[in-house]
């Protein structure tokens, strides 16, 4: 069996889940991605993930979101 490449550590950046050997939060991908940055600029900016590590932080959130628990989003107003 592999390692996982998502951990999450209480010591680590509070427990957010990273990727594994860095502090590089699932959290901080999909807010790059978000703001239209591509799978390469991440890459570039941290030379110390790998593609298959932001696929692992994608696949991540998506099954954190699938789970049953739902996590109401407040309504925005203009």
Do not use: W
């Amino acid at each position: 069996m592999s390692d996982p490449l998502i951990v999450s550590d209480p010591a680590v950046m509070m427990g957010k889940p990273v990727v594994a050997g860095t502090r590089i939060t699932v959290e901080l991908i999909l807010e790059k991605m978000a703001s239209g940055e591509t799978v390469e600029q991440i890459l570039e900016a941290h030379p110390r993930l790998s593609r298959q590590s932001v696929l692992a932080a994608l696949d991540f959130a998506n099954r954190v979101l699938r789970s049953e628990i739902v996590y109401p989003v407040p309504r925005q107003t203009a």
